[in-house]
């Protein structure tokens, strides 16, 4: 678990059933300005039983991150005093009844619990039961697990399809594995990839991150593919992709003579192929013209973590990737407090320690209000409720909603619009994807006192100008 700040750790242990305070001032101040690590060490009760909880942490990155989640079920006579004992071997024995380990896992607070009052219920009952009734809790902890992620990848609307390759993953018990989609956007294609690893100590699945690279790659035609096409052997293999970067990269680990192209991968079809680079012995000798933007330009990439104050579904990390910015009401400033702001990635400064771009924020203290810019354009389905409201919502997710304004010849013309709030306008668009002049498709009054304030303003430079000469 990893999270970038103590008010979303607070949030964290919320989520997973344990008392936000652990997290509060006394905690904060008390870790020195220059340390690498720190621990939480509480008790909690369960079933009138006292847990001890300890939790170890990591911040020499810059982020926090959970290193070790130990429990101990203690004797209900245990007091608060008593917890320097728990330092000694001795008095451990002295008090402990039931312990467990989860290494770097934040596993549920109730399942962890639950284990530990189980074990010792069955230990006096029957020793040879506990093993049996561990068996049990995981398996139920697991349909639990399945449906939380169900609903974390729904919330972040990945499609039904990744969703049902997930469950088939997790069903098979794999330690770790890896789904991969490709989507195409305005910018080109963009590739997915969610990476999900088992509990080291359970049969618990963890999904904390996906990432997204968005490469120059145009679109497919229908039931076309990447094809490399190596030799080997005195045979042609032929290893079929969706994605260019994963084509890409396979063709460029080959060390013989292989073929990049595009086409249809059945044998009917292969002739008539488009070859997009070749290699001979290991050495790249042919980038086909169309082909070389996309063959030589580095993707933009991004990973975006779950579970903290920048949890972005994927629409919204799709739209951030291609620069546009993304409206969040549910963001916390460090002393825990909510607040709103579109949000944008910053592709000017350079990216953090893990590769990732910094964001930049821009909070309603900006000044920008996206309804009330809106409303200053001539656009014909403002004069719906729903409508509106539905133009607003894509404008905030980042997308590009399309739009009806008049045109020059009187005739509907549909665009699309797109958020700037870095400018506090909005940015308009032909289908094809041309700039449209925005000030064309302003409501009159709006246009006036935009031309009174550009007068305005060229009349203060002028004056500036005639100072600077009788100077």
């Known amino acids: 678990m990893r999270v970038s700040d103590f008010a979303a750790l607070a949030d ?4 997973h059933g344990y008392p936000e305070k652990w997290v509060d001032e006394k905690l904060i101040a008390g870790i020195p300005m220059y340390a690498k690590s720190f621990s939480i060490k509480q008790l909690m009760k369960h079933k009138d039983d006292p847990v001890y909880v300890r939790m170890d942490f990591d911040i020499s990155k810059g982020v926090i991150e959970l290193k070790a989640l130990d429990a101990d079920l203690l004797r209900k006579s245990f007091k608060a005093k008593d917890l320097p004992d728990l330092n000694f071997p001795v008095s451990r024995d002295k008090w402990v009844l039931e312990s467990t380990s989860q290494q770097a896992d934040l596993v549920p607070a109730r399942y962890l619990l639950d284990v530990l009052q189980a074990s010792k219920q069955m230990s006096e009952m029957n020793p040879d039961l506990v093993e049996e009734y561990k068996t049990k809790t995981i398996s139920t902890m697991n349909r639990n697990n399945l449906e939380e992620l169900r609903d974390i990848l729904a919330a972040h609307k990945f499609g039904e399809h990744l969703i049902k390759q997930m469950e088939e993953n997790m069903a098979k018990n794999l330690p770790a594995f890896q789904l991969r989609d490709t989507l195409h956007t305005d910018k080109g294609q963009m590739d997915l990839s969610m990476n999900f690893r088992q509990s080291a100590k359970s049969d618990f699945y963890y999904f904390n991150n996906y990432k997204l690279e968005l490469s120059k790659a145009r679109p497919l035609e229908k039931d076309h593919q990447y094809l490399v096409i190596t030799e080997a052997d005195g045979k042609n293999l032929m290893r079929k992709y969706d994605s260019a970067l994963q084509a890409m990269e396979f063709f460029n680990k080959q060390t013989g003579n292989s073929e990049l192209a595009i086409g249809k991968g059945n044998k009917d079809d292969l002739q008539y192929r488009n ?4 290699m001979k012995e290991g050495k ?5 013209k169309e082909f070389y933007g996309t063959y030589r330009t580095p993707p933009v990439t991004n990973t975006f973590y779950l579970k903290n104050e920048a949890t972005f579904s994927l629409e919204q990390g799709v739209n951030l990737l291609q620069g546009r910015a993304v409206f969040r009401d549910d963001l916390l400033n460090r002393g825990g407090e909510q607040y709103s702001a579109w949000v944008q990635l910053d592709f000017d400064q350079k990216k953090d320690n893990y590769g990732n771009y910094k964001t930049r924020q821009f909070s309603e203290g900006y000044g920008f209000d ?7 354009y001539q656009i014909k389905e ?17 997308n590009r ?7 020059a010849d009187g005739q509907d013309q549909k665009l699309r619009i797109v958020a700037m709030p870095r400018y506090s306008n909005l940015n308009f668009f032909e289908i094809n994807g041309k700039p449209a002049i925005r000030e064309d498709y302003k409501k009159e009054q709006q246009l006036s006192q935009l031309l009174d304030k550009n007068k305005g303003k060229d009349k203060s430079k002028n004056q500036e ?5 009788a100077l």
């Open 370 to 376: 996206v309804k009330k810019e809106l409303e200053s």
């Open 12 to 15: 964290e242990l919320k989520d």
């Open 284 to 288: 790249v000798d042919y980038v086909a």
């Open 465 to 469: 100008q005639e100072n600077e000469l």
């Open 382 to 398: 403002l004069a719906d409720i729903k409508k509106t409201e539905l133009i607003l919502s894509e404008l905030k997710e980042g």
């Open 401 to 407: 909603p399309l739009v009806t304004v008049p045109g």
């Open 275 to 278: 070859t997009v680079a070749t």
